[in-house]
C-alpha cells in the first residue's frame, strides 16, 4: 500500500511568473490612466489594479529581519515604487485567488459605490453640474 505525501517543489523560473502577472496589472492599470489623462473633459477615475491567481498562496510576513511564520492567504496585496515616466510611482496590486473572486467583486462593488457617492457630495457638485451618471 502506498501513503500519500505532500511536497513542495519550486517552480523553475522562481517567482517570474507571479511578478510578471503583477507588473502587468500595473501597466495596465496606467496605460489606462493615461487614456483618461488625455481626455480634455473634467473626470474622477479609479483604477484598480487586480492579479488573479489560480490558486491560494504563500504568504511569509519578514517584520524587522524576522521571517514569520508562512501562511496560506486567499488574498492580499504588493505595493511598492513603479519606475513611471520621470518619477517612481507608487503603485499597489490586489492579490486574488480565484476561490474568493466574488468576494472580490462584491467589495469592487461597494468601493465603487463609495467613490460615486463621495463625488456626489455638494463640495464635489459645481464640477459635475454637465456631468451624467
Not at 473634467?42 to 490558486?55: A, D, H, R
Not at 514569520?68 to 518619477?87: T, V
Request: proline content about 5%; some cysteine.
Amino acid at each position: 500500500m502506498r501513503v500519500a505525501t505532500a511536497s513542495y517543489k519550486r517552480c523553475g523560473d522562481g517567482d517570474r511568473q507571479l511578478f510578471s502577472a503583477i507588473d502587468s496589472a500595473v501597466k495596465a492599470a496606467f496605460h489606462w490612466r493615461d487614456k483618461d489623462y488625455a481626455s480634455p473633459a473634467y473626470f474622477s477615475v479609479l483604477n484598480v489594479p487586480v492579479c488573479i491567481l489560480s490558486q491560494p498562496f504563500w504568504d511569509a510576513c519578514i517584520d524587522g529581519g524576522e521571517v514569520a511564520e508562512p501562511e496560506i492567504q486567499h488574498r492580499g496585496y504588493q505595493s511598492n515604487s513603479y519606475p513611471d515616466r520621470h518619477n517612481p510611482t507608487q503603485a499597489m496590486v490586489l492579490v486574488w485567488s480565484v476561490d474568493e473572486l466574488s468576494e472580490l467583486v462584491r467589495a469592487l462593488d461597494d468601493l465603487f459605490a463609495w467613490f460615486r457617492d463621495e463625488l456626489k457630495k455638494p463640495e464635489h457638485a459645481s464640477r459635475w453640474e454637465n456631468v451624467s451618471t
